[in-house]
């Protein structure tokens, strides 16, 4: 099991500082968000504060939770991404799903799709941008949404053969969880709820991820070898309580916890780097 924190709340040097000492003390990856306008808090940009992040770490992996790619365009995406994987030295990793209707970034702009179903689209049609931008080479794309023709991102990523993308997957929903097999992990979430799933729902979840990357590979499609279940949520504050929870995931199939505060009232920044610094339940 590898653990991950999210810096939820604090100054733009707040979460830099956040990113440095999860570090040190022992975290295997550091993740932001990605919003526009979601209530009066402080909200960066996360390709921003991630290129920050990159420079003053070293071995903490980077991303956000998530990266709606709806409501981004494919190609910048690539590029910014492409940056961050540089100047991490192939650290950063992309968790990637639909978002939420209430940001202000979709609900309050003209122009953005609207509907689960578009969102849905736009973002199957990004990853499928993403993973061409990938190669290098010149590559053209003709979708519903996007109209790409002989377009180039170079240089390579460091990650061969390409950034990892990490889907969110609505447990119990047959396409949500489909699209998150053929890349190389899962976001776990519960469809229309805040709460984690509890341990048998994750088994479940992976039992049915891996059934059907072995159905996609007996048909020929190219899914990569190793694939993580990501599972996010609040430990319990008890040391004990929190290794026995993480443990039982573990069993499940959950390859990562990220630990995930969006409680304003509770996740000062000084909580946050406070529970930072007490390091992962291992």
């Given at each position: 099991m590898r653990f991950g924190f999210v810096g939820s709340y604090g100054t733009v040097h707040e979460v830099v500082r956040m990113a440095q000492e999860a570090e040190a003390h022992g975290w295997d990856g550091f993740f932001t968000w990605d919003g526009i306008s979601i209530g009066p808090v402080d909200t960066w940009d996360p390709w921003t504060l991630l290129g920050a992040v990159a420079t003053r770490t070293s071995t903490i992996r980077l991303g956000a939770m998530i990266f709606p790619l709806a409501r981004r365009r494919p190609w910048k995406v690539a590029r910014e991404a492409l940056t961050v994987d540089h100047l991490s030295g192939g650290r950063l990793v992309l968790p990637v799903g639909l978002g939420v209707s209430l940001d202000g970034g979709f609900g309050k702009v003209n122009g953005e799709a609207q509907?689960?179903?578009?969102?849905?689209?736009?973002?199957?049609?990004?990853?499928?941008?993403?993973?061409?931008?990938?190669?290098?080479?010149?590559?053209?794309?003709?979708?519903?949404?996007?109209?790409?023709?002989?377009?180039?991102?170079?240089?390579?990523?460091?990650?061969?053969?390409?950034?990892?993308?990490?889907?969110?997957?609505?447990?119990?929903?047959?396409?949500?969880?489909?699209?998150?097999?053929?890349?190389?992990?899962?976001?776990?979430?519960?469809?229309?709820?805040?709460?984690?799933?509890?341990?048998?729902?994750?088994?479940?979840?992976?039992?049915?991820?891996?059934?059907?990357?072995?159905?996609?590979?007996?048909?020929?499609?190219?899914?990569?070898?190793?694939?993580?279940?990501?599972?996010?949520?609040?430990?319990?504050?008890?040391?004990?309580?929190?290794?026995?929870?993480?443990?039982?995931?573990e069993e499940a199939g959950a390859t990562w916890w990220v630990e995930s505060r969006w409680d304003a009232a509770t996740a000062t920044p000084e909580a946050l780097l406070a529970a930072i610094r007490q390091g992962p339940p291992r």
């Open positions: 509907t689960n179903r578009e969102r849905a689209e736009r973002l199957d049609e990004a990853l499928a941008i993403l993973e061409h931008a990938a190669t290098g080479e010149p590559f053209s794309h003709h979708g519903t949404h996007y109209q790409v023709e002989d377009l180039v991102i170079a240089p390579r990523p460091v990650q061969q053969p390409r950034i990892p993308v990490w889907p969110v997957a609505a447990v119990g929903y047959p396409r949500s969880m489909g699209r998150a097999a053929r890349w190389d992990g899962a976001v776990l979430q519960l469809s229309g709820t805040e709460d984690e799933p509890a341990a048998a729902e994750v088994a479940r979840a992976a039992a049915w991820l891996r059934h059907r990357r072995d159905e996609l590979r007996a048909q020929g499609e190219a899914v990569p070898g190793t694939f993580d279940v990501v599972q996010h949520g609040v430990l319990p504050t008890d040391p004990g309580a929190a290794r026995a929870h993480v443990a039982e995931l």
